[in-house]
T-cell receptor, first 111, second 119 residues
Framework: KNEVEQSPQNLTAQEGEFITINCSYSVGISALHWLQQHPGGGIVSLFMLSSGKKKHGRLIATINIQEKHSSLHITASHPRDSAVYICAVSIYGGSQGNLIFGKGTKLSVKP | NAGVMQNPRHLVRRRGQEARLRCSPMKGHSHVYWYRQLPEEGLKFMVYLQKENIIDESGMPKERFSAEFPKEGPSILRIQQVVRGDSAAYFC?????????????????FGPGTRLTVL
């Protein structure tokens, strides 16, 4: 079993829909990251969080440390949101760069 | 304020040749991380460096791979005697001072990646 599991693996939505991507992990962490990988391959860091909730525009990330679970929500989805969304964790006590990545959720938003 | 720069963006090598991948971190960032993304697989950590120091190389293959981040100039990931299995996208990321504050809570900024193809 992978230390970081994401669901769903693939997600197709209609423009305007509310989207949720889930991430569960099995190790103690010091931080959780949400990344976006564009179809061209470039990676953008969306959020880094260790507790609670963060919001940036139409994106919201939440984390529940007790349940070892995080969600990424996209409100009013748009075709330009189509990308692979990757969850990654920094292990507590480990070096900060040693991220463990989920396999990603491929999101496709149809107009 | 330029982001993380990587070059080349695409690199083609024949088996047995050497591959050198360069990463220039964001201005003011002294921490560099290298990750590898094999085709159809997720990202994997390779190495974490500060200027002139390797902090964590637990993800680096023991042979043929090396990394450095000199006092001046970019970070270099070097792959000697490349094999077809080395074909992948190699991403570099950088962050500001790492160990200040809470370890593990330093946001990373990613470069565009270098796509290595070994023929």
């Amino acid at each position: 079993k992978n230390e970081v599991e994401q669901s769903p693996q693939n997600l197709t939505a209609q423009e305007g829909e509310f989207i949720t991507i889930n991430c569960s992990y099995s190790v103690g962490i010091s931080a959780l990251h949400w990344l976006q990988q564009h179809p061209g391959g470039g990676i953008v860091s969306l959020f880094m969080l260790s507790s609670g909730k963060k919001k940036h525009g139409r994106l919201i990330a939440t984390i529940n440390i007790q349940e070892k679970h995080s969600s990424l929500h996209i409100t009013a989805s748009h075709p330009r949101d189509s990308a692979v969304y990757i969850c990654a964790v920094s292990i507590y006590g480990g070096s900060q760069g040693n991220l463990i990545f989920g396999k990603g959720t491929k999101l496709s938003v149809k107009p | 304020n330029a982001g993380v720069m990587q070059n080349p963006r695409h690199l083609v090598r024949r088996r047995g040749q050497e591959a050198r991948l360069r990463c220039s971190p964001m201005k003011g960032h002294s921490h560099v991380y290298w990750y590898r993304q094999l085709p159809e697989e997720g990202l994997k950590f390779m190495v974490y460096l500060q200027k002139e120091n390797i902090i964590d190389e637990s993800g680096m293959p023991k042979e043929r791979f090396s990394a450095e981040f000199p006092k001046e100039g970019p970070s270099i990931l070097r792959i000697q005697q490349v094999v077809r299995g080395d074909s992948a996208a190699y991403f570099c990321a950088s962050s500001p001072l790492g160990l200040a504050g809470v370890v593990g809570n330093n946001e990373q900024f990613f470069g565009p990646g270098t796509r290595l193809t070994v023929l």
